[in-house]
């Protein structure tokens, strides 16, 4: 090409060239900024998208986990009445079976059958108030626990709610149920048998759905880590490969300002011709 002062294309190619590293320093500054290699969709389209998506289904299995802990909790809850109320009914059976002896004055058996009444009483004051979040699932007409499973809500363990009440479908003992005779006594303690195995099987039913609850915990765990991981393989830089990058990129750019400079100074050389 002819000497000429108007166009310098030797400049035009060392600014194209500075200008393509200036672009690949930003990227990789990005890169190291955010330690994401795909931080937008400019920067690779179809994998931010894959991304995203997969973003949403961790956020949906955070709320599944929010959904089994409170699960958790209310199951825990009810256990914990069902075992109270299964040591009651073991007391009751101590009264009960001792008011049965036909050799106790009116005195004991009143205050046998006082406090049956009172031990009776605490179990409706247990059942009454074992709820969390608004749930009971012991008392009379109880409601069941329930947990969504996946990341849309769309399926979800239920564990059915047992009746602890008196006079319920498990604690058949009921209020009318009295100790103050040797007859009264002897009714009282089949009751109480009969409520305590249903009692113990409740809380097998309870203690069996608290184990598929956590078993489901432990596996949304996993799978929420795996699917983090997932992600990360797709979209997180490798910072020791852009570290190395960015030292290249930035000899370069050096490089690249010094060659441009020298084509500027091109054109002058003109002058030695008018000399």
Known sequence: MAFSVNTNAGAFAALQ?????????KTVQTQINTGLKVSSAKDDAA???IAQKLRADVSGLNAVKSSLDRATSTIDVAIAAGEAVSDLLIELKEKAVAAKDTGLDTASRNSLNNDFAQLRSQITSIVDNAEFNGTNAVNSGGSAIIAITN????????????????GGANVTLSSGNTISTAAGASASVAAIESSITNVNDALSALGSGAKRIELQRGFVDKLSDAIEVGVGNLVDADLAKTS????????????????????????????????
Do not use: C, W, Y
Not at 19 to 24: A, C, E, K, R, V
Not at 249 to 265: M, Y
């Open 17 to 25: 060239n500075l200008n393509n590293t200036n672009s690949q320093l």
């Open 47 to 49: 994998t931010f998208a």
């Open 151 to 166: 990341d849309t809500g769309g399926n979800k363990i239920s564990i059915a709610s047992q009746d602890l009440s008196v």
């Open 244 to 275: 190395a990058n960015l030292q290249s990129l930035q000899v370069k750019q050096q490089l690249g300002l010094q060659a441009l400079s020298i084509a500027n100074q091109a054109p002058g050389t003109v002058l030695s011709l008018f000399r």
